[in-house]
Structure formats: structure tokens, C-alpha cells
């Protein structure tokens, strides 16, 4: 049995926060955040709306998109660095909202690649044939965490959550291969004191590296080549960073997903955002291969190679 994706969901806070807003707040610029980043705006939530209350939208789309019901679900994983409070969990929050009253239900804190590790989790379980469906969230509510006085960092985050159901497909489809990884000596370069504390230029060559490295090995392990991929779905943290990930494979820029305009970086969401958006476009169709491609503070990295459809 191979696990892979049969269903997926977003949300997205409607409050638009601008380049153009953030240069009334602070000393930067427009032309600056995106020369530097590639970011023009990112969505906001309101005080009155938190981390679960967006983890749950974007899963009951899921849930319908694959077409089950919530008493169908197995287990719930949420990868997050912003929970609504440290306890309950997220998932725990989203099981009684959503009726999914046979499932487990933990959180993830792997920071951007949390999503990457909720998805090959959820294959653990599937292709042992313990459960049948798994749900993964991948959710921020950054702003909370954000220092609104920090230039370097405020820049870059915005709010969101992304999720897929993780259940049984068809023998040449699903997840063929993955990566994960972490190096706890880099946690200096990107953690939470009270806010969110980055050394830019230490995560930036971590990135790059680990990014592009990342890439290639899931595709060895996947028996594949760079030719064969169709599309590939980095964590939007940067498009400078993106860049060369998408260099790395040699793809063309069409063959990658570029959100980080519209909804800057949301961690652990940013992956999941992106492949509803691909897919809604039209550029992700079945059978296609997939790379998706993730790091985070930790620091953490994963990547996956899937055969789009069920």
C-alpha cells in the first residue's frame, strides 16, 4: 500500500498587510522587501481569530476535497510553532470542532519543514496499514510572534494555514521518496525569545545548501532524475532562496511555485498554501511528479518526492 495525497484545503485571513503598509511602520521600502525577498504583501489574522480557528477551515476543506468523513479520520497531525496556547494541542482543539472522535491527535514542532514531517509521519502509519486516513495542518499565526519593530523580520511573515488528508492510493502513485533532517547546532541562527530572533545570512547559506541538497537526494532515493520532475513546491520563505532550489534541478521558473508575493512567509503553511494554489491553476495535474522542499529553525529540513494523484 502507498500513501499519498487525496484531499486538500487553505485558509487565508482576508486582512492584507502591504510592503507599502509596513513602510508607514518602519524604516524599509517597497522596492527593498522585494529586491530582497521577493515578498509584496502577506495576510494578517485578526486578535479574534487563532491558530485552531484557521487550522480547522483549511481541514474541513480538506475533508471534503477527499471526499470522507471526519468519523474516517485516524489521526490528526498539526505542525505548528504557534499554538493558541501550549496546552491543549492545535489537534487536539480541531477533533472536537471537526466530530473526528476515533482519531489521535498530536502537534509537530518542526518550524517551517513541520508540514514535511507530518506528511511522512502520516505515511509511517498508512503503508504499515494501522490507519487509513491521517490529517495534516500545517498552521501560523506568525504575527504573534512577530517584533512589529524589527525590520529584518517583520518583512517576511504572514498568517495562514494549509492541510491534506494522507490516505491509501493507487500502486503508481503517492509518496515515492523523502528526506529529513535537522541540525540542533543551528538553533542559534533562528528561534523565539519573546519574538521571532534571525541571523539572516547564517539561515540564508543554511538554505541555499540544504535546500538544493535536499532536492537531488530525494529524487536518488526515488530512483529519478532532475528530467523527471514537473513542479516543484518550495517553502516560500524567500525567492532568493527559492531561486536556487529551482537552479539546483535546472527546471524552468514556470515549473515553480512562486506564492511568497501575495502571502510571505508562513512556516509551516507555506507548502500545503502553495499546492492548493498550483492545483486551482491548473499547473499540478495528475501524475505528475512532485518535489516539495522545506527548512526551518531547529534547524530542520525535509523533502518529499510524490506522484501527484489517487
Known amino acids: 500500500m502507498r500513501a499519498g495525497i487525496v484531499g486538500m484545503g487553505r485558509f487565508l485571513p482576508e486582512k492584507i498587510l502591504t510592503n507599502h503598509d509596513l513602510e508607514k511602520m518602519m524604516d524599509t521600502s517597497d522596492e527593498w522587501i522585494r529586491t530582497m525577498t521577493g515578498i509584496e ?12 480557528d484557521m487550522a480547522f477551515a483549511a481541514a474541513q476543506k480538506a475533508i471534503e476535497d477527499a471526499g470522507i468523513t471526519p468519523e474516517q479520520i485516524d489521526l490528526i497531525l498539526v505542525a505548528t510553532v504557534t499554538p493558541d496556547s501550549p496546552f491543549p494541542s492545535v489537534s487536539c482543539r480541531i477533533q472536537e470542532r471537526l466530530g473526528a472522535t ?7 514542532s518542526a518550524a517551517c519543514a513541520g508540514f514535511m514531517y507530518g506528511i511522512v509521519t502520516a505515511k509511517q502509519f498508512i503503508e504499515s496499514q494501522v490507519y487509513k486516513y491521517v490529517l495534516v495542518v500545517g498552521v501560523e499565526k506568525l504575527s504573534k510572534i512577530t517584533d512589529w519593530n ?10 495562514g494555514a494549509g492541510a491534506a488528508i494522507i490516505g491509501p492510493v493507487s500502486e503508481d502513485r503517492g509518496i515515492l521518496a ?24 547564517e539561515v540564508f547559506k543554511f538554505a541555499v545548501r540544504q535546500m538544493g541538497e535536499s532536492c537531488i537526494n530525494v529524487l536518488n532515493k526515488a530512483g529519478l532524475s532532475k528530467d523527471d520532475v514537473d513542479f516543484l513546491i518550495p517553502h516560500q520563505a524567500n525567492i532568493r532562496i527559492m ?7 535546472e527546471l524552468p521558473i514556470e515549473k515553480m511555485s512562486k506564492t511568497v508575493d501575495k502571502y510571505g512567509n508562513t512556516s509551516a503553511a507555506s507548502i500545503p498554501i502553495s499546492i492548493v494554489e498550483e492545483v486551482e491553476k491548473g499547473k499540478i495535474k495528475d501524475d505528475d511528479l512532485i518535489v516539495m522542499v522545506g527548512f526551518g529553525g531547529g534547524l530542520t529540513w525535509g523533502a518529499i518526492a510524490i506522484r501527484w494523484g489517487k
Request: charged share 30%; proline share 0%; aromatic share 6%.
Open 178 to 201: 523523502f528526506e529529513l533532517g535537522a541540525d540542533g547546532t543551528g538553533a542559534k541562527h533562528l528561534y523565539q525569545d519573546e519574538f521571532i530572533i534571525m541571523n539572516g545570512r
Open 102 to 108: 476515533k482519531a489521535a491527535a498530536m502537534d509537530i
Open 41 to 52: 504583501e502577506r495576510r494578517i489574522a485578526s486578535d479574534d481569530v487563532n491558530t485552531s
Open 243 to 249: 531561486e536556487a532550489s529551482r537552479q539546483r534541478l
Open 150 to 159: 524589527d525590520r529584518n523580520t517583520a518583512v517576511l511573515f504572514g498568517d
